[in-house]
């Protein structure tokens, strides 16, 4: 399968906590995106990092793209219970092409 | 603006009946790409338009396909539908000034008896 790989699956943690999530992808890419899932519904766009970069932030998101190791991480600061969903991290499967492989998805609750 | 809209939002199949989903891009957004998700599988490509043109297949068998109209629309089918095929078919748009970022519809979650 082309299929990237997260982990964890599955993470709890309490409101005010950080909450990290992990990538892995298989193939070279130019760009890595991740997004986020309420409940079965569609997904939304959270940050796109470049192959030429190693950190990016959004508020209280930051990526970061390793690039060597065909990985990258979420972090989310400061969690809210608003921030309970599954985060998937998105690449393209050949670099220039609309063809996205999204990872297995981690699922965040963040408990009140 | 609006967004991408997905209809019908849900249905109920039995086995061997074939479906159409509809997916309206956003306003100026050429590619249009389906997803089909479900909990073994997670999110699988099934395939992508630009112009009317499939670019783009995933692994999926024939019974599996799509158009793009020439207003951007794309639908896609399944015919002689399986227990399996149950899934929520998310169909997303790329285009203008977000190039390379998938904007979802809310998904059409097809459940098949």
């Known amino acids: 399968s082309q299929q990237g790989e997260e982990d964890p699956q599955a993470l709890s943690i309490q409101e005010g906590e950080n909450a990290t999530m992990n990538c892995s992808y298989k193939?070279?890419?130019?760009?890595l995106q991740w997004y986020r899932q309420n409940s079965g519904r569609g997904l939304v766009h959270l940050i796109l990092?470049?192959?030429?970069?190693r950190e990016k932030h959004s508020g209280r998101l930051r990526v970061t793209l390793d690039t060597s190791k065909k990985s990258s991480s979420l972090l989310i600061t400061a969690s809210r219970a608003a921030d309970t969903a599954s985060y998937f991290c998105?690449?393209?499967?050949?670099?220039?092409?609309?063809?996205?492989?999204f990872g297995t998805g981690t699922r965040l609750k963040v408990l009140a | 603006k609006a967004g991408v809209t997905q209809t019908p939002r849900y249905l109920i199949k039995t086995r061997g009946q074939q479906v159409t989903l509809s997916c309206s891009p956003i306003?100026?957004?050429?590619?249009v790409s389906w997803y089909q998700q479900t909990p073994g599988q997670g999110l699988q490509f099934l395939f992508e338009?630009?112009?009317?043109?499939?670019?783009n297949k995933g692994n999926f068998p024939g019974r599996f396909s799509g158009r793009q109209f020439s207003n951007s629309r794309s639908e896609m089918n399944v015919s002689t539908l399986e227990l399996g095929d149950s899934a929520l078919y998310l169909c997303?748009?790329?285009?203008?000034?977000?190039?390379?970022?998938?904007?979802f519809g809310a998904g059409s979650r097809l459940t098949v008896l």
């Open positions: 997303a748009s790329i285009g203008g000034s977000g190039a390379n970022v998938l904007t």
């Open positions: 998105a690449s393209p499967s050949t670099s220039g092409t609309y063809k996205y492989i």
């Open positions: 193939t070279s890419i130019n760009n």
């Open positions: 990092i470049r192959s030429n970069e």
């Open positions: 338009y630009f112009s009317e043109t499939q670019r």
């Open positions: 306003s100026g957004h050429r590619s």
